[in-house]
């Protein structure tokens, strides 16, 4: 029946607080089970000296997730900065959380790293600088075609991503309880690369590996996918990208499949 497509699907959410409730609530209401233990936690890291001086000379800014949006507003003393600088965002709900932050946004259609640096805006950038404002340790691709085209580009890492080990025995307790069940099929959903390996992570600490691969893993886009593949799973649901949209219409048409 209309919003019930996802009936007797066990979802495990695995993002970090604060950052699962719209899919729950969307999730639940198409007939899930729904159930969210971060695997993932996110970490400010202390304000670089000259932050507001190195963005007061940027022509182009880069927010690559909403992490790196409420990290960099919540820095930010010089307001001006939100609207002197062009800015970009990877992801909707990045854009998104840019403009109700006050952002003067240049608005893309960009879900990935990818997709952003097709832009018309971003195709002649020499000369110009850039700043790039994400976690610790995040990836090069972005960072490196823009120097290639030409462009001055800063990175500004303002955060980092850490496993949330507190969460192991909740963790352990849910797997006990889904495996002492024959009811629905488990679902594990990991959004990222780090939110995969640290969800691995927790379930080892839990010594509940082996319940864990033994689950389906719902991830965004070929890279997360590879990753998962390389942790020996084989159960695989593959969205176009972590948009709630995109999650949903993967789940519904593979839970459809198995009917």
Same mark, same amino acid.
């Given at each position: 029946m209309p919003g019930n497509e996802l009936a007797g699907l066990s979802i495990l959410l695995t993002r970090p607080a604060g950052q699962a409730e719209a899919w729950a609530a969307e999730l639940t209401r198409l007939g899930a089970e729904v159930t969210h233990i971060p695997s993932l936690q996110i970490e400010a890291l202390p304000k670089p000296a000259k932050l507001e001086a190195d963005l007061g000379a940027c022509d182009i800014g880069i927010f690559v997730s909403s992490n790196a949006v409420m990290a960099l507003s919540s820095l930010l003393t010089d307001q001006r900065l939100k609207q002197k600088i062009r800015w970009y965002g990877v992801g909707q709900k990045t854009q998104q959380t840019a403009a109700e932050e006050g952002f003067r946004l240049i608005t893309a259609e960009a879900y990935n790293s990818e997709t952003l640096l097709?832009?018309?805006?971003?195709?002649?950038?020499?000369?110009?600088?850039?700043?790039?404002?994400?976690?610790?340790?995040?990836?090069?691709?972005?960072?490196?075609?823009?120097?290639?085209?030409? *462009?001055?580009? /800063?990175?500004? =890492? +303002?955060?980092?991503? @850490?496993?949330?080990?507190? $969460?192991?025995?909740?963790?352990?307790?849910?797997?006990?309880?889904? *495996?002492?069940? /024959?009811?629905? =099929? +488990?679902?594990?959903? @990991?959004?990222?690369?780090? $939110?995969?390996?640290?969800?691995?992570?927790?379930?080892?600490?839990?010594?509940?590996?082996?319940?864990?691969?033994?689950?389906?893993?719902?991830?965004p886009g070929e890279r997360v996918a590879l990753a998962a593949r390389q942790l020996g799973l084989n159960q695989i649901v593959l969205a176009r990208s972590a948009r709630l949209a995109d999650i949903v219409y993967s789940l519904k048409s593979w839970w459809a499949e198995r009917q």
């Open positions: 097709q832009h018309a805006d971003l195709q002649s950038v020499a000369g110009q600088s850039c700043s790039i404002i994400r976690g610790l340790g995040g990836r090069p691709d972005l960072a490196r075609v823009l120097a290639e085209r030409g *462009a001055e580009v /800063k990175l500004c =890492e +303002l955060y980092r991503r @850490a496993c949330a080990w507190q $969460n192991s025995a909740t963790l352990a307790s849910y797997l006990a309880a889904q *495996a002492s069940t /024959k009811e629905g =099929e +488990l679902i594990i959903s @990991a959004t990222s690369v780090d $939110n995969l390996n640290y969800t691995f992570l927790l379930a080892e600490k839990a010594e509940m590996a082996g319940n864990i691969t033994r689950a389906t893993f719902l991830v």
